[in-house]
């Protein structure tokens, strides 16, 4: 008996956007650009450990872009990037 593959949510997005790649890029970067602007101006440019924080995930996701990874780790670090870019503006807004 061969055990059945059960698709992910990023198995179903991926044949999609790698049809659509430079649609994707573009998406991508609107958003992990804007939040990561809006993160930095609301506080996180008084600590350079936040700005680090900040930088690598957004640098990381960028390189893959350029580098025409696959879209599932393009996807991957994107997510990591946003939720890093909501901790930081979460701890800012609230301290």
């Known amino acids: 008996m061969e055990a059945q593959h059960i698709p992910s949510f990023w198995d179903k997005l991926i044949p999609e956007m790698e049809t659509n790649r430079y649609g994707t890029k573009a998406v991508v970067i609107l958003i992990i650009g ?54 930081v503006l979460i701890y800012n807004m609230f301290s």
Request: hydrophobic fraction near 65%.
């Open 34 to 87: 804007c939040l990561g602007g809006i993160t930095v101006s609301l506080g996180a440019y008084d600590s350079w450990i936040q700005l680090s924080l900040l930088i690598m995930p957004i640098m990381v996701t960028l390189v893959l872009l350029l580098t025409v990874m696959p879209m599932k780790w393009v996807l991957n670090s994107m997510v990591l990037t946003i939720v890093i870019d909501l901790i």
